[in-house]
């Protein structure tokens, strides 16, 4: 009760700091903020009822009494994390930013969504023919909570048939609304909950958004398919004889398949409020759930500060309550410097292909076939051509024929498109979905598109004929317009191409490292598959998107690293179920260390370009479910290590306490590079001074396999940079559970920027391997 008054007699400087203020607030007008307070010091609700009785006594002595109306809370967090969110005025949240107990306060961000056979490739890179399914025994007492759109309950992924009584610990609800009821939970789906949004971030209704009004209130059921699709590839029941409109057919099933599922609807078509993200983080919590799978992010480009990032707060009081966070890495690539999510106490995914494609075949007039990648199910056939016209070629009066060949909105001229199949090019800004529309509102009878960096992940346009090529391909159609008096074409339907190689290969939608934030832990942390990946979905009936005399499809086809998160969501709950007393950074150093680093034609990994892959495109490599149950050695990053990385990132001591709620003092020398040395299963050097002397990290293991086993340590480094290990041999006997190991990294024969590596322990069964990244300048 002591902090309670100490609360309230701070309330008192408030009070001052608003009369002396000469600022005035009276034409602001109030928007959502977060105010983040830090760790809870208690799981009670009495205790949390007086916690919200003081944030409204907060926001009374800063809020006029004129605007009583906004002396209301939008979300109160009190279990893992202190904290609310509220309507404020940037005046008033500048004067509660003075508040001693307040760590954060930061505008309510709109976050962004980041939008099988996948498992079936997985197991045969990992060298095994074996299936997660041979323990899903084990797996059922996991439970899995997904922020996301939330879920379609009747999908038969959602069954619960052979599953058990719910756990006895988990503490969730199943909360009704108009078009949902308790009994569309089960023993699988455990927890369906859902938010009101700030009225303030609700965008207005336009045109473009019709079809899909915001639902985020009144229900847990998922309007968008985002969430039912990204819920089934973590967690699915095994359906036989699941395909997308017959393609991509098989047993569909997620990587950890008796896994129980919690759905927090968070987000909606337009985005994800961060002050609701934080409360579904702070339920999940306290509901039970094991790991929390998030495939969404910030924008790259307007990344916060760790400490006003709200899935970056949210998964640290996860992972300090032993709740693992798995998070998608964003869509923002190929260029460098993209990634979010990139905290240390989150897992962060990259995206890659499968060995599987989906593609619709161009026949021009001459007989001549370009296949590209494509979703499309047309009634065209090889027995009747259309006129083929480029789009600069049918362009809208007074329109920039760079505008017309992107097909930008209202540069086609629908006279000259009728009939015509188009021809467009893809510059990097005006997405597919965009061009495609304009192409169809314009009467054309299909589109092609010449994209080289795009055609590594297939676009679905429903029944309208739609493909996509390369610039080579784009090269020769291009050539047979320009040298034809009536050139023709046409877009045949969709067809599976199996036995793709290479693969994977780095999508190239998928973020790319470093961080902004810090370049002194490498992310992304690793890659899992993202490209078209089938799985459960909402049925979909807007015009045009079901095949003509078909029935609505149970399942859909979607690429993302909002897809590649929950493969490994699957893996971790997969690798849980074996390891029940594992913490999640055990987990993460399983799946790391023993990750893939060669594609089906046993060579090394490449990105979209054709080019190796690097550990800033793909972390450390493919995940490898199987191989990791049974790792040898891992790193444990633990709580301490992460209150030391705040220190070292520059954050203050005492905002550093209040975060952690405990006595907590930084280390005497507290600086950005010593991030590096944090007990994290990779390295990430972001400055080695060539003319200095060598930068040593430290690293400590832990013995998971034989307690009697030796370990020698493989270094695999680039040409000019000095690496030595020590010591290069790790012996492990009865009792002794953990070892030490020092890396020392000289660049002084190196060239200038990043140089890559690995050092891998090998003990003859085990092979742990941790990537290095060191900037040499």
Not at 307 to 333: E, R, T
Not at 500 to 506: D, L
Not at 508 to 513: I, N, V, W
Request: net charge neutral.
């Amino acid at each position: 009760m002591a902090s309670i008054l100490q609360f309230f007699l701070s309330l008192c400087l408030l009070h001052l700091l608003i009369s002396l203020s000469a600022a005035s607030n009276e034409n602001e007008i109030p928007k959502s903020y977060v105010v983040y307070m830090g760790k809870s010091s208690n799981n009670h609700g009495g205790e949390a009822e007086v916690a919200e009785s003081s944030h409204l006594q907060l926001l009374s002595s800063i809020i006029p009494s004129s605007e009583s109306e906004r002396i209301s809370l939008i979300h109160s967090y009190n279990h893992a994390f202190k904290g609310f969110s509220a309507m404020l005025t940037q005046h008033e949240a500048s004067i509660l930013s003075g508040h001693e107990e307040i760590v954060s306060i930061f505008p309510d961000p709109l976050l962004q969504l980041h939008t099988t056979r996948s498992w079936d490739f997985l197991n045969v890179e990992s060298g095994t023919t074996s299936t997660p399914l041979f323990h899903h025994n084990l797996s059922r007492d996991v439970i899995i909570g997904v922020i996301d759109t939330g879920i379609w309950p009747e999908s038969p992924s959602f069954n619960d048939n052979g599953i058990g009584e719910i756990p006895s610990r988990w503490k969730g609800v199943c909360m009704e609304g108009s078009d949902f009821k308790k009994s569309n939970c089960n023993r699988k789906l455990i927890g369906a909950r859902y938010y009101n949004t700030p009225k303030a971030l609700i965008p207005p209704k336009s045109s473009s958004n019709k079809s899909h009004p915001i639902n985020i209130t009144g229900s847990p059921r998922d309007s968008v398919g985002h969430g039912t699709h990204t819920t089934s590839i973590a967690a699915g029941a095994p359906i036989a004889n699941a395909s997308y409109y017959g393609l991509a057919p098989g047993t569909a099933r997620g990587g950890s398949p008796s896994a129980r599922i919690a759905s927090y609807k968070a987000c909606s078509l337009e985005g994800c409020s961060g002050s609701t993200i934080l409360k579904a983080f702070d339920d999940a919590i306290k509901d039970g759930v094991d790991i929390i799978s998030v495939s969404i992010g910030m924008t790259s480009i307007f990344q916060s500060d760790f400490l006003n990032d709200p899935i970056a707060i949210g998964a640290f009081h996860a992972q300090q309550m032993g709740v693992m966070v798995v998070c998608s890495a964003g869509n923002s690539g190929p260029d460098p410097y993209t990634i979010v999510n990139s905290a240390p106490w989150i897992f962060t995914v990259a995206a890659s292909n499968i060995d599987r494609d989906f593609q619709s075949t161009v026949v021009l007039g001459n007989g001549k076939t370009f296949p590209g990648p494509a979703i499309n199910f047309s009634n065209l056939t090889r027995s009747k051509t259309y006129p083929l016209a480029r789009a600069e070629d049918v362009a809208a009066a007074f329109t920039p024929s760079s505008d017309a060949r992107s097909c930008y909105p209202g540069s086609l001229d629908p006279k000259k498109v009728r009939g015509k199949i188009i021809v467009c090019s893809g510059d990097g800004s005006n997405p597919r979905r965009i061009q495609k529309l304009v192409v169809e509102d314009a009467k054309a009878i299909g589109m092609i598109l010449i994209d080289e960096l795009q055609k590594g992940s297939p676009f679905e346009s429903g029944i309208y004929p739609f493909t996509e090529v390369g610039d080579i391909a784009g090269f020769h159609i291009l050539k047979y317009i320009n040298s034809t008096k009536n050139p023709t074409a046409t877009i045949l339907p969709t067809k599976e191409v199996p036995r793709i190689r290479p693969a994977p290969v780095v999508a190239f939608f998928s973020s790319r490292g470093p961080g902004g934030l810090t370049e002194n832990i490498l992310k992304p942390d690793i890659m899992a598959p993202g490209v078209a990946i089938l799985a459960a979905m909402i049925p979909k009936t807007e015009a045009g998107s079901v095949p003509i005399g078909r029935k609505v499809s149970k399942f859909g086809i979607r690429s993302g690293t909002s897809m590649a998160c929950p493969h490994v969501t699957g893996a971790a709950a997969f690798i849980k179920s074996v390891h029940p007393q594992w913490s999640s950074s055990m987990i993460r150093s399983a799946l790391m260390t023993t990750a893939i680093i060669s594609n089906n034609m046993r060579k090394d990994l490449t990105n979209s370009t054709g080019f190796s892959a690097n550990p800033h495109e793909m972390g450390v490599g493919e995940i490898s479910p199987l191989k990791a149950l049974y790792p040898g050695l891992v790193f444990e990053t633990t709580t301490e290590d992460y209150l030391h990385f705040l220190c070292y990132y520059g954050y203050p001591e005492k905002t550093i306490r209040a975060v952690a709620n405990k006595k907590f003092s930084c280390p005497s020398t507290s600086f950005d590079e010593l991030i590096s040395n944090i007990n994290y299963p990779s390295i990430s050097i972001s400055k080695l001074d060539r003319h200095l002397a060598a930068q040593t990290v430290t690293r400590t293991v832990m013995n998971v396999g034989s307690p009697n086993s030796t370990y020698i340590a493989q270094l695999h480094a680039p040409v000019g940079l000095e690496v030595t290990v020590s010591p290069k041999k790790i012996v492990f006997v009865e009792g002794l559970e953990r070892a030490t190991f020092k890396v020392s990294f000289n660049g002084k024969e190196a060239s200038r920027g990043y140089c890559f590596g690995s050092i891998t322990w090998f003990d003859g069964l085990h092979s742990v391997r941790t990537v290095f990244a060191v900037n040499v300048e």
